[in-house]
């Protein structure tokens, strides 16, 4: 299910950046009181760990299927 091979994914690398840069800003820029009640921070940074992930895994599906599709239709002569 895990494995280095995800370290090695340029796509892993474009959506890392911007996920980090997003987890900073909403550190800061959230105002305090929101940040104090107890179910905020975890269940946001739940929600960013699955849109992050799942963002990831379909963008892998959908390359990895056009790839498939591009080599099977160079065959077909």
């Known amino acids: 299910m895990w494995s280095f091979n995800t ?4 796509r ?3 959506l ?3 996920a980090i840069i997003t987890l900073v800003l909403f550190a800061v820029f959230t105002p305090d009181y929101i940040l104090e009640k107890t179910y ?3 269940f946001s940074m739940l929600i ?3 849109l992050f992930w799942s963002t ?3 963008w892998k599906y959908f390359g990895d299927k056009k790839k498939r599709n591009n ?4 065959c077909d002569l």
């Open 48 to 50: 960013f760990i699955v």
């Open 12 to 14: 892993y690398w474009i």
């Open 16 to 18: 890392l950046i911007p």
């Open 40 to 42: 905020v921070v975890p």
């Open 71 to 74: 080599t099977d239709d160079s």
């Open 7 to 10: 370290f090695k994914d340029k």
């Open 56 to 58: 990831y895994h379909l």
